[in-house]
């Protein structure tokens, strides 16, 4: 009697943790189309959420037709479409939110921004208060602080679930390093740490297998402006939108992983960090080891040279002001 309800504890554990509803919130979007496509890739999304102001059900009637095993649903722009999109989610990725024009700073986005990741994250609060929560809408740098001052406020909020999505800088990083050096990519795991913002984004080549690159500027400056190239390129139509779904999905796939109980998955992204907290700085990016909980244990910054010491003390600067920015908006606008 003791051992059948043992296995079947244990059957239905299993069962329940490898049932991953997966939410996304601007789905209809330059990032959020192919994010959810490629979520509707990955055999470790069982239920794909679709939600977005405008064409989730239209988006969401596309992807159910490919033929993989997850349920695809596309909810109305209404709360209760947006509650359901919610309920039960285990991942919820947020690209909703205007992109760069050509000539303006992720910072230039915060008025439109911060309102909609704001009310978004209140949903959230509300409907999947345990849910990790991937925010990819920029300023990335303000809106996590936004999004924990809501959680806050509703007596809700769990450092260990919200994350700011940086791995598009790791994912450039490392392309650009091979291009340079004429290898694969997937052999360069370059950390980038910091924030997810010009000065703020950090690379740190002196922990690569190239520790010489810590001084090519022209390097250093690609990846934390990397992101102007493609605005420019795309003149007026946006920003990075596919590479930026690859790096998501990636992200997700990280904690689904993690969440199912596969060890040492580490992904560098902004959290709720102890790490620079006795300069008032509540939120950084590095690479932090991802487990069935969320944040499973943030690691130092490790070994750095003078150069990289320098571009940490420049990206401080900015990154306080970007975080303080986020919790005096949610004060004003509750
Ligand atoms: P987009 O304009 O193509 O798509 C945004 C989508 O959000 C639209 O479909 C829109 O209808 C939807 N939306 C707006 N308000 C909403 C709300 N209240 N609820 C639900 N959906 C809503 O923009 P794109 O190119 O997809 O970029 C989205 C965001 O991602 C931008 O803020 C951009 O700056 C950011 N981004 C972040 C990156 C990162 O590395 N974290 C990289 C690239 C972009």
Redesign the pocket.
């Known amino acids: 009697m003791f051992m059948a309800s043992r296995i079947q504890t244990r059957a239905f554990s299993a069962s329940a943790r490898n049932l991953s509803k997966v939410t996304v ?2 789905a ?5 189309q192919p994010l959810s496509l490629l979520l509707k890739l990955n055999p470790k999304v069982t239920d794909l959420a679709l ?5 989730a059900p239209g988006v969401a009637a596309d992807i159910s037709h490919i033929n993989t095993k997850s349920k695809v649903t596309g909810y109305e ?1 209404t709360p209760s479409g947006l509650a359901s999109a919610l309920k039960g989610a285990e991942v919820v990725l947020i ?6 024009k050509p000539g303006m700073t ?1 910072d230039d ?1 915060f008025n439109t ?1 911060a309102s ?1 990741v704001r ?2 994250a209140k949903a959230c609060a509300e409907s999947c208060p345990e849910a990790n929560i991937l925010v ?3 300023p ?1 740098n303000s809106t996590v602080p936004i999004c924990a001052e809501i959680f806050k406020a509703r007596g809700v909020y769990n450092p260990k679930r919200l994350f ?3 791995t ?2 790791v994912v450039r990083a490392s392309r650009f390093v091979s291009e340079i050096k004429d290898t694969d990519p997937a052999d360069e795991n370059i950390t980038v740490v910091g924030g ?1 913002s010009g000065v703020t984004i950090v690379p740190l080549f002196s922990q690569s297998k190239h520790p010489e690159l810590s001084t090519n500027a022209e390097l250093i400056n690609r990846v934390q402006f990397g ?1 102007d190239e493609v605005v420019k390129a795309k003149d007026g139509a ?4 596919l590479s ?1 779904a690859m ?1 998501g999905a990636r992200m997700a796939e990280s904690l689904l992983r993690a969440s199912h109980g596969e060890k040492g998955i580490v992904e560098p992204t902004f959290v709720d960090s102890p790490l620079y907290k006795d300069q008032g700085i509540d939120f950084f990016s590095s690479r932090v080891e991802l487990g069935p909980n969320g944040v499973e244990k943030i690691l130092p910054l490790g070994e750095i040279n003078d150069a990289e010491k320098k571009l940490v003390e420049a990206c401080l600067g900015d990154l306080k002001k970007n975080i303080e920015k986020g919790v005096a908006f949610v004060a004003a606008n509750p």
Do not use: E, F, K, W
């Open positions: 919130l601007g209809a979007g330059g990032i959020g939600y977005d102001i405008r064409g722009p690209p909703a939110g205007v992109p760069r992720r986005l921004n909609i009310d978004l990819i809408a920029n990335v700011g999505v940086t598009l800088d997810h992101g946006g920003s990075a939108t930026m790096a």
